[in-house]
């Protein structure tokens, strides 16, 4: 049975930080590229950022880039998202999910909540 789990989410003030985990089991995650997608109340998913199966290559949406650090660790089947400078804008549920979340194929978790708030 595949499975991601996603943690790490909670409630933080602006401009903290929180790292998000994903770890997953069931299928080959070293050969998958991974992506994490986020969903803010009331709004459509919004892809955040990939990285390839080797981690060679990471790409971010503009909303977060140079806040946010995708990386994966191949040996424990877990993907990471550092997200630091957190603001209220960056409040969603935060999905990981294989490629990048758009094919009915993909695998996807159940989503960990970040709310920033002060």
């Known amino acids: 049975e595949v499975q991601l789990e996603e943690s790490g989410g909670g409630l933080v003030q602006p401009g903290g930080s929180l790292r998000l985990s994903c770890a997953a089991s069931?299928?080959?995650?070293?050969?998958?590229?991974m992506s994490w997608v986020r969903q803010a109340p009331r709004k459509g998913p919004e892809w955040v950022s990939s990285?390839?199966?080797?981690?060679?290559?990471?790409v971010y949406a503009d909303s977060v880039k140079g806040r946010f650090t995708i990386s994966r660790d191949n040996a424990k089947n877990t993907l990471y998202l550092q997200m630091n400078s957190l603001q209220p804008t960056d409040t969603a549920v935060y999905y990981c999910?294989?490629?990048?979340?758009?094919?009915?194929?993909?695998?996807w978790g159940q989503g960990t909540q970040v709310t920033v708030s002060s």
């Open positions: 999910a294989s490629g990048l979340g758009t094919d009915p194929d993909d695998y």
């Open positions: 069931g299928f080959a995650f070293a050969s998958y590229d």
């Open positions: 990285i390839t199966s080797t981690s060679a290559g990471t």
